[in-house]
């Protein structure tokens, strides 16, 4: 057996118009699927498939969390995901795609969807990622408030007088 076998759907067997399968993803998954975005998570996977004439649309309903680097502690954290999407799919000769549409070999009869499954999760993630206020490593916090320049530290320079083009922009700012 495959380590992707259970991410299996099969289509040229489908006899009822409809089907439904239920997966649950863990850590496990992640490191099997080795993809860059995402290492460790949970989520719930439900995928509806519905027969059409010569296509098959499997619509991908997923809820759960993923564990990412805080943009701004660099400690991990838990990031709930919710993703939905689509995907069309024909049988054929070989594996391509045509247009939107995801063709399999007949022959086979079945699409895996565990990549599938990860890029709908990977592209669920916000772009930002940060703890909820004070929920990020203090220890961090204290050393970046160390060497984040104040207002009253005046320029980099340390002549204490500021670029007039910077005090216009303020004073546009302000106002």
């Not at 009822?16 to 080795?34: M, Q, V, W």
């Not at 805080?70 to 990031?79: I, P, S």
């Not at 895996?112 to 909820?132: D, G, Q």
């Amino acid at each position: 057996m495959g380590k992707f076998d259970q991410y299996k759907v099969e289509l040229r067997g489908m006899t009822a118009p409809t089907a439904s399968l239920e997966l649950d993803i863990d850590n496990d998954f992640f490191a099997k699927i080795d993809g860059p975005e995402v290492q460790k998570g949970r989520a719930n996977v439900k995928i509806n498939v519905t027969k059409k004439t010569g296509v098959y649309v499997l619509d991908f309903d997923i809820n759960g969390h993923v564990i990412v680097t805080c943009d701004r502690c660099l400690d991990e954290m838990e990031q709930p995901i919710a993703a939905n999407g689509s995907l069309s799919v024909k049988l054929g000769d070989d594996f391509g795609e045509d247009g939107d549409t995801v063709i399999v070999p007949e022959r086979d009869g079945y699409i895996n969807v565990a990549w599938y499954i990860y890029e709908f999760i990977a592209l669920a993630i916000p772009l930002k990622h940060v703890h909820a206020p004070g929920k990020c490593n203090r220890e961090m916090m204290d050393k970046l408030r160390k060497h984040t320049p104040r207002e009253d530290d005046g320029d980099m320079e340390g002549s204490g007088e500021t670029d007039p083009r910077w005090d216009a922009l303020k004073d546009i700012m302000d106002n």
